[in-house]
């Protein structure tokens, strides 16, 4: 997700994006990282706080399960 421009927005506001996705199989290391810039012509008087992570999330190797069964008669 990237350069998503959002509506006027009132001072102290906040947006909330959710994003879901599928992890790696493999064990990984996945990095977050978010950033947002005033329009131009706007007066950002906190410029320092308009940036966030990264935020690391080590994944574990996911579980590949299969069962298999066996009918033995008499």
Do not use: E, Y
Request: glycine share 10%.
């Amino acid at each position: 997700l990237s350069a998503v421009a959002l509506p006027a927005m009132p001072s102290g506001g906040q947006v909330v994006f959710t994003i879901d996705g599928t992890a790696p199989m493999a064990a990984t290391t996945l990095s977050n990282s978010a950033s947002v810039a005033a329009p131009s012509g706007t007066n950002d008087p906190t410029p320092g706080n308009n940036s966030a992570g990264p935020v690391n999330t080590t994944v574990d190797a996911g579980l590949d399960l299969a069962v298999t069964g066996t009918l033995t008669t008499a």
